[in-house]
């Protein structure tokens, strides 16, 4: 069993991150908190005295764990900008004249027809001459020209323009960028054309970071001169540098369905390879001199740390930089390292800085990765003993990437709803090489500046262990069930696989039975749990409009079969964006698409019918209308949705003559001001309307009445 006297740190962190969950779902203030944190403090630090009076024993440890929740709490009310009374959203937001001046924040990112900023607001105002400080980060994009490609960390900006707040998802269960925003402190945007900004000045002061970004592009363009093919410089450049800008949508999809998506993402695994391979060759130093201990931790640090900034500092990277440097400051100071306690300070002190990031999901993976890796990967791998060296190192490395599959996997499941069925084939050949690639990365750097041959071995060298590895990552991605997707699993059920995985964790250590028996009960409660969802999945019948920019897509349920009614126009990756979620939340197996505007397009089954524009899914019917309407019989057509799409020439009075619906749907694809016009109409007329480009995605449950 575990010391707890060992790891101090771990029972600190439990009340602290409480803290910072209540502060995240509440939000409140609580007038006098400082004074009730320093009293709290000072009331721990006076019953330290008792601490002889056996009957007080548990009032220092109360007031400890009570003090840290309230300091998570308070400051993570702190770190919420939008809770300081100078961020810019305190004063009116409506006028669109309004002047914003600000700070390049970070390195800008070029997009198709804009260029993504964002912004730290100094001042707002009316106009350039009466601008108030304020604070608070907006997200800025910027019509793309030559000016605003040239755009720089460090840069001063003024514009002229309307801050709006980030909206939550238009689709159900669709990923809620708005949260994840949020979470970076970044809550209202911005779009400006050209003519509507100037730059103040350009970037004149020093800054640690502002000079980490010059080293990522010097470094990038370096790669770039000797990776010519586009795969494997984006790869290269994700890699060893964090630049993820340029790697290609198959090339993301196909690491990210084989599991091999960290090696993307510069993380942890990248810190641990940069130390291992510099403190490999400082150990070759032999010297006594009793300065060179912490001279060794001076270079370590200052190298990790440096890394660290030029890859962009991520909650991944940090977490590993900050983790080692409590290494290697322990081994300095000739102290005993307990990992565990080592891995909770550094995420106690991360959230210390960043309270947020508790609700990262590459901060929780990174975590839960390496604390699996510690905990199980030395058990897995004593369940086989291999006697050749080639084959332990293999059974070894693939009881790493079993070990952290395990401890992520609720995670996986609950953030991305797919498991790669062959992470542990990836991880044999990704992992090593990533070792090698990310050495030869690094001597490339060094050579171009002073050899030009020995770089341009060493770059080809580089290309062809990319190229190697892209191709293995193709390979897999195609083998056969290479990828389980469509796995909804929702947040407690997520939460019961933890407690199981922990009840196991305390039966393997404790050897106790009971601890096995709760871990497989908590494993039963959530195979119910699927298999009630599964039934639920069974009866049902759905009607869902997504709201997609200047398109149509329906989806239409009947337990788990989807016919998709969509515009030919329509891409594949915002129809994936808008309705893989609701699909995979209703266990949808299989879709049949159907395009509107194809006179072919048919479709005839036991409970739905579809020609021409109208479905009928049991005794439901839908008209989807793009254009004038020839009729001429006598009585109306009974309808219960008539949907409008396209921006049809047609007027309000000329659809009640031939139609009798309950519900009018404007979808995304028409002009607002149309349906604009459309809704004035219906309040007049007294029809009932939804307008799904401004208020979202329209659900409905086909099984009730129409509301």
């Given at each position: 069993?575990?010391?707890?006297?060992?790891?101090?740190?771990?029972?600190?962190?439990?009340?602290?991150?409480?803290?910072?969950?209540?502060?995240?779902?509440?939000?409140?203030?609580?007038?006098?908190?400082?004074?009730?944190?320093?009293a709290?403090?000072?009331?721990?630090?006076?019953?330290?005295?008792l601490?002889?009076?056996?009957?007080?024993?548990?009032?220092?440890?109360l007031?400890?764990?009570?003090?840290?929740?309230?300091?998570?709490?308070?400051?993570?009310?702190?770190?919420?900008?939008?809770?300081?009374d100078?961020?810019?959203?305190?004063?009116?937001?409506?006028?669109?004249?309004?002047?914003?001046?600000?700070?390049?924040?970070?390195?800008?990112?070029?997009?198709?027809?804009?260029?993504?900023?964002?912004?730290?607001?100094?001042?707002?105002?009316?106009?350039?001459?009466?601008?108030?400080?304020?604070?608070?980060?907006?997200?800025?994009?910027?019509?793309?020209?030559?000016?605003?490609?040239?755009?720089?960390?460090?840069?001063?900006?003024?514009?002229?323009?309307?801050?709006?707040?980030?909206?939550?998802?238009?689709?159900?269960?669709?990923?809620?960028?708005g949260?994840?925003?949020?979470f970076?402190?970044?809550?209202?945007?911005?779009?400006?054309?050209?003519?509507?900004?100037?730059?103040?000045?350009?970037s004149?002061?020093?800054?640690?970071?502002?000079?980490?970004?010059?080293?990522?592009?010097?470094?990038?363009?370096?790669?770039?001169?000797?990776?010519?093919?586009e795969?494997?410089?984006?790869?290269?450049?994700?890699?060893?540098?964090?630049?993820?800008?340029?790697?290609?949508?198959?090339?993301?999809?196909?690491?990210?369905?084989?599991?091999?998506?960290?090696?993307?993402?510069?993380?942890?695994?990248?810190?641990?390879?940069l130390?291992?391979?510099?403190?490999?060759?400082?150990?070759?130093?032999?010297?006594?001199?009793?300065?060179?201990?912490?001279?060794?931790?001076?270079?370590?640090?200052?190298?990790?740390?440096?890394?660290?900034?030029?890859?962009?500092?991520?909650?991944?990277?940090?977490?590993?930089?900050?983790?080692?440097?409590?290494?290697?400051?322990?081994?300095a100071?000739?102290?005993?390292?307990?990992?565990?306690?080592?891995?909770?300070?550094?995420?106690?002190?991360?959230?210390?800085?960043?309270?947020?990031?508790?609700?990262?999901?590459?901060?929780?993976?990174?975590?839960?990765?390496?604390?699996?890796?510690?905990?199980?990967?030395?058990?897995?791998?004593?369940?086989?003993?291999?006697?050749?060296?080639?084959?332990?190192?293999?059974?070894?490395?693939?009881?790493?990437?079993?070990?952290?599959?395990?401890?992520?996997?609720?995670?996986?499941?609950?953030?991305?709803?797919?498991?790669?069925?062959?992470?542990?084939?990836?991880?044999?050949?990704?992992?090593?090489?990533?070792?090698?690639?990310?050495?030869?990365?690094?001597?490339?750097?060094?050579?171009?500046?002073?050899?030009?041959?020995?770089?341009?071995?060493?770059?080809?060298?580089?290309?062809?262990?990319?190229?190697?590895?892209?191709?293995?990552?193709?390979?897999?991605?195609?083998?056969?069930?290479a990828?389980?997707?469509?796995?909804?699993?929702?947040?407690?059920?997520?939460?019961?696989?933890?407690?199981?995985?922990?009840?196991?964790?305390?039966?393997?250590?404790?050897?106790?039975?009971?601890?096995?028996?709760?871990?497989?009960?908590?494993?039963?409660?959530?195979?119910?749990?699927?298999?009630?969802?599964?039934?639920?999945h069974?009866?049902?019948?759905?009607?869902?409009?997504y709201?997609?920019?200047?398109?149509?897509?329906?989806?239409?349920?009947?337990?788990?079969?989807?016919?998709?009614?969509?515009?030919?126009?329509?891409?594949?990756?915002?129809?994936?964006?808008?309705?893989?979620?609701?699909?995979?939340?209703?266990?949808?197996?299989?879709?049949?698409?159907?395009?509107?505007?194809?006179?072919?397009?048919?479709?005839?089954?036991?409970?739905?019918?579809?020609?021409?524009?109208?479905?009928?899914?049991?005794?439901?019917?839908?008209?989807?209308?793009?254009?004038?309407?020839?009729?001429?019989?006598?009585?109306?057509?009974?309808?219960?949705?008539?949907?409008?799409?396209?921006?049809?020439?047609?007027?309000?009075?000329?659809?009640?003559?031939?139609?009798?619906?309950?519900?009018?749907?404007?979808?995304?694809?028409?002009k607002?001001?149309?349906?604009?016009d459309?809704?004035?109409?219906?309040?007049?007329?007294?029809?009932?309307?939804?307008?799904?480009?401004?208020?979202?995605?329209?659900?409905?449950?086909?099984?009730?009445?129409?509301?």
């Open positions: 069993m575990l010391n707890w006297r060992e790891i101090p740190f771990v029972r600190l962190l439990l009340p602290f991150a409480v803290g910072i969950l209540l502060a995240i779902q509440f939000n409140q203030q609580i007038p006098g908190l400082p004074v009730a944190f320093l709290l403090v000072a009331l721990q630090m006076l019953s330290q005295k601490r002889g009076l056996y009957r007080y024993r548990w009032m220092p440890g007031l400890l764990t009570v003090s840290l929740l309230v300091l998570g709490y308070g400051i993570t009310l702190q770190h919420d900008e939008l809770n300081h100078s961020h810019f959203s305190k004063t009116s937001l409506s006028e669109a004249g309004a002047m914003l001046i600000g700070e390049v924040a970070d390195a800008p990112t070029l997009k198709e027809k804009w260029v993504k900023i964002k912004l730290e607001i100094d001042g707002r105002g009316p106009n350039a001459d009466s601008l108030a400080p304020t604070s608070g980060n907006l997200l800025l994009y910027l019509e793309r020209d030559s000016a605003s490609e040239l755009l720089a960390f460090g840069d001063q900006l003024v514009l002229q323009g309307k801050a709006t707040p980030i909206e939550p998802p238009a689709n159900p269960h669709a990923f809620d960028y949260r994840y925003l949020h970076q402190n970044i809550h209202y945007q911005a779009f400006v054309k050209n003519g509507s900004w100037g730059l103040v000045k350009k004149s002061r020093f800054s640690a970071y502002g000079t980490a970004i010059l080293f990522q592009k010097c470094f990038t363009e370096t790669l770039r001169k000797h990776l010519k093919t795969n494997e410089f984006a790869v290269g450049a994700a890699l060893i540098f964090g630049y993820r800008s340029e790697v290609p949508e198959e090339v993301l999809t196909a690491y990210s369905q084989t599991g091999a998506i960290h090696i993307l993402a510069v993380s942890g695994m990248h810190v641990g390879i130390f291992l391979i510099l403190n490999f060759f400082l150990k070759q130093v032999k010297t006594r001199h009793r300065y060179w201990r912490w001279a060794k931790a001076g270079i370590l640090l200052a190298v990790i740390w440096s890394f660290a900034l030029v890859t962009g500092a991520s909650p991944s990277v940090l977490r590993s930089t900050t983790m080692f440097s409590f290494v290697i400051l322990a081994d100071l000739g102290r005993n390292k307990n990992f565990y306690n080592t891995l909770t300070a550094s995420a106690f002190c991360l959230l210390l800085y960043d309270p947020h990031w508790l609700l990262s999901v590459s901060f929780q993976l990174s975590y839960l990765a390496i604390l699996g890796i510690v905990y199980f990967q030395p058990r897995i791998a004593g369940l086989w003993v291999i006697e050749n060296k080639p084959g332990n190192y293999l059974w070894e490395l693939t009881s790493v990437s079993l070990a952290a599959q395990l401890m992520t996997l609720p995670f996986t499941l609950l953030y991305f709803h797919q498991f790669p069925t062959y992470f542990w084939l990836s991880s044999l050949v990704l992992v090593p090489l990533a070792g090698f690639e990310m050495g030869l990365g690094l001597l490339l750097l060094v050579l171009d500046q002073f050899w030009a041959m020995g770089a341009n071995a060493v770059g080809w060298l580089l290309w062809a262990l990319l190229k190697f590895g892209n191709e293995s990552v193709l390979f897999i991605r195609h083998l056969p069930a990828l389980v997707s469509g796995i909804w699993m929702g947040g407690i059920s997520a939460l019961l696989l933890y407690l199981s995985l922990g009840s196991l964790m305390a039966a393997i250590s404790s050897r106790k039975v009971r601890w096995l028996l709760a871990s497989l009960a908590l494993l039963l409660v959530v195979g119910v749990s699927f298999a009630f969802s599964e039934f639920q069974h009866k049902n019948r759905q009607l869902t409009i709201s997609v920019y200047k398109h149509t897509a329906i989806d239409v349920f009947d337990g788990e079969k989807t016919w998709s009614l969509i515009d030919s126009a329509l891409e594949a990756k915002p129809l994936k964006y808008a309705a893989e979620g609701n699909r995979f939340a209703n266990g949808i197996n299989s879709v049949e698409t159907l395009h509107l505007g194809d006179s072919t397009a048919t479709a005839t089954s036991d409970h739905f019918f579809y020609e021409n524009g109208l479905a009928q899914f049991y005794e439901k019917r839908l008209l989807v209308v793009s254009g004038p309407v020839a009729y001429g019989g006598e009585e109306k057509v009974k309808l219960d949705f008539l949907l409008l799409r396209n921006t049809p020439k047609i007027k309000l009075e000329e659809l009640l003559q031939i139609f009798d619906f309950q519900l009018l749907v404007f979808d995304a694809s028409n607002r001001w149309r349906v604009d459309w809704k004035t109409e219906c309040d007049s007329l007294g029809v009932r309307y939804f307008d799904v480009g401004e208020d979202g995605a329209l659900v409905v449950d086909l099984k009730e009445p129409i509301q």
